[in-house]
């Protein structure tokens, strides 16, 4: 097998065994662009030193003989003390995971090639020993876990013995003695000297990034972007280029739209005298293009001509990475760049009009996702009556847009600590780093008083979707409070982060629906708002609407919600739980019903119900007038609609010790103990209720088909359908179905009403029985949240606070299977069910009601099992929407994970 291929090798098509990187610097050598000689050291490799904890056999003989080709191509040697060639060792795993895993810049450099790398650039002692001091760091951190804070002590202790603020102003005799230190440093945490043979190094560092894959930092980015885990990365060793030659040399990174807004033209940040990963790390305020054009207009040309070729193409937007050494530039990586949720809709639009793609592949290049983000609130700026707008005090970067607000907070571990107390917290740091990570994905949003719309905090929070203002210089960030104009922010003080504007606020900003979300509610005419994102988002999901073959209804139990999750584009009610008709005052009627002794009793109960559950139905019929609307019957037990049986012992104790009694106290308790289960989810809940308690489901039944006659003689056209909730034996259905046909002839006698009749799957057994069950039912809907918790043997409530977070940790999970339906498991349930289903009752409707029908990943499987509709939450149809347009046009597109 072959562990290793040379960049000429290679293309952009072998991701999974070059990884990201690594496929595109070959993608990029054979369009014939300025690429560094270099290998690639493949995925597969790196899956069998994590196996087995040591190299591959044959992996080292396979590095040498591509050394030797590197080697002479650049015409020097790794370890040459009169000419040194040094070589950069750097991730690059199939996915994008921005500063999650290790890069060791200078390889090769020691005491001896110090002078030598001095030499070769012609006599600049500056430059070797700033370069000597940064492999040292680099080194000491990533393969050999030296704290990096004592590296960056050692520096600002040398720049406060000089006086100087930054470090290009220290000499060549000043990095000399911060080598010194350095070395003092490394040798302190890890019981040896630095190591001077180049070999060693190579091997030592390309051992670290491997190992790096499943650093904590590397593991959460994965967990939290659905990457797989068993991917691995591949390690690219590149002969290095240098940026810090000098005022002619310089770093940057680029992108061929703007990532944030999906505006066209160039955008990017660059450092004169600068290294690798100092644009990124945020370290020092970047210089723009336009200033590169201005500095070294060669290379600006060139650079642009580049991008363009890149950009043709991957017919997308370009993420780049270049260094330009004494004025020859120097491509370092490329890649199809992360972008915020509305620069994605963007840009898909407009490459469209520039027909460089079609609709269908512009709804694979977005995601419900990114349209869930745009349709959080924004920051309302307007005066109000009682208050003037307010005023920011400061302003940086919009990197990320969105509006967050919450507490101050400055490390990564308190931002955990807040957000797990409920408390929104904003992370504010000088600049961030990948050990952030956490702290990033706790905050609802992130201030940095350094950085660009390239550096890490801003690359990290597009890809999460989270509010980032980057490079707001005005701050000076301390331990635990950033002063700005004079005044101080605390720790634990509220401000609001605009990531659009990048303006900084005081306090907590009220807020406004987003534009996409007045569009869903019909308030903005996507022709007439001249916004271009409202209209590329009504482009794009009326594409979806005409592609996909799901159709989308919504969880809705009051005519409100209904009303506005039609205008989100809702194709009629998956799911109404009439439970929650029985809270507030009509709590005492259904106490009157447990409580009833006699027929006349509980029968007196239910007819003051019905009327109230006919005036809903009614209501919710209107709304949805011509739509189907499926009705569940009462599910929950109904000890549900009583006081605790601790709260109620409580109160009668209390009662008796001060010398009262109160009946109906006394009876709700006995009524509560007598109803107590030890586990009321397997208990008297659902379709059993039915048949224990006569009349209740016939109240119900009666209450839907009166409502439906209502309409129709009003002239609408109500199209009911009642759900018979967790049966699990087709005599069950059968039971229920009898009664309530007969009430349904009694009641809709000549009308043109027509009312089915089916049941939710939830039960495993009812899946595996569905052959039989689809006898008796027209519609199965799968209720995934019960199935879920019946299959796997979870109680959701208990089991998610208590150790879910483990699984995750150990990989059991990806995802909660409650966010994400279990496919292997779950998911084979509802395609036994389906199919099942079908083969008995052909033309049997099929559909899905739990939460998992607005999740993304969901709504694909669903599409692929032969579902007719997912239901989901009001504020999820959109989102379910172009997901299902996007599962019926799934293509190899861009992955813009």
Known sequence: MKFVYDFHEGNKDLKDLLGGKGANLAEMTNLGLPVPPGFTITTEACQQY????????GLSSEIDEHLATLERAIGRRLGDSADPLLVSVRSGAKFSMPGMMETVLNVGLNDESVDGLSRQAGGNDRFAWDSYRRL??????????????????????????KGVTDDVQLDADDLRALVGAYKKVFAKHTGHEFPQDPREQMDLAIAAVFRSWNADRAVLYRRQERIPTDLGTAVNVVAMVFGNLGSDSGTGVAFTRDPATGEQGVYGDYLSNAQGEDVVAGIRNTLSLADLERLDKKSYDELMQIMATLEGHYRDLCDIEFTIERGKLWMLQTRV???????????????????????????????????????????????????????????????????????????????????AQGRPVILVRRETNPDDLPGMIAAEGILTSRGGKTSHAAVVARGMGKTCVCGADEMEVGRDSFTVGGHTVREGEVVSVDGTTGRVYLGEVP???????????????????????????????????????LRVRTNADTGT?????????????????????????????????????????????????????????????REMNGLPVTIRLIDPPLHEFLPSLEELAVRVAVQHEHGRRVEHDEKLLAAVRRMHEQNPMLGLRGVRLGLVIPGLFAMQVRAIAEAAVALAAEGGRPRPEIMVPLVGAVQELETVRTEAEKIIAEVVGESPVEILIGTMIEVPRAALTAGQIAEAAEFFSFGTNDLTQMAWGFSRDDVEGAFFWRYLELGIFGISPFESIDADGV???????????????????????????????????????????????????????????????????????
């Open 50 to 57: 994590l196996r087995h904890g040591t190299q591959v056999d």
């Open 136 to 161: 040292i760091q680099m080194f000491g951190k990533t393969v050999c876990d030296v704290p990096g804070h004592e590296f960056e002590d050692a520096l600002h202790e040398a720049k406060t013995a």
């Open 337 to 419: 760049g992360k972008r915020t949720a509305a620069a994605a809709f963007t840009i898909a639009a407009q490459l469209v009009d520039e027909g460089v793609i079609d609709l269908d592949e512009a709804l694979t290049r977005v995601t419900g996702a990114q349209l869930g983000q745009l349709m959080f609130p924004r920051f309302d700026l307007s005066p109000s009556p009682e208050s003037s707008s307010p005023d920011s005090i400061t302003r940086g970067v919009g990197a990320s847009p969105g509006a967050a607000f919450g507490e101050v907070v400055f490390t990564a571990a308190r931002a955990v600590e807040v957000a």
């Open 511 to 549: 807020v406004r629906p987003s534009e996409v979300v007045q569009y869903f509610e019909g308030d903005l005419d996507p022709a007439n708002a001249n916004d271009p994102l409202v209209a590329a988002v009504h482009r794009i999901i009326t594409h979806a609407d005409e592609k996909r073959r």
């Open 561 to 621: 919600d209904a009303a506005r999750a039609r205008r989100f584009g809702a194709q009629g009610i998956g799911l109404c739980r009439t439970e929650h008709m029985f809270l507030g005052d009509r709590r005492e009627l259904v106490e009157r019903l447990i409580l009833a002794r006699t027929d006349d009793e509980r029968n007196g109960a239910l007819a003051k119900l019905q009327p109230l559950q006919r005036a809903d139905f009614l209501e919710i019929f």
């Open 827 to 897: 998911g084979r349930l509802v395609k036994i069910a389906a199919e099942e289903g079908r083969a008995a009752r052909p033309g049997l409707k099929l559909g899905v009601c739990g939460e998992h029908g607005g999740d993304p990943d969901s709504v694909h499987f669903f599409h692929e099992v032969g579902l007719d509709y997912v239901s989901c939450s009001p504020f999820r149809v959109p989102i379910a929407r172009l997901e299902a347009g996007r599962a019926a046009v799934q293509s190899d597109g861009s992955d813009h994970r």
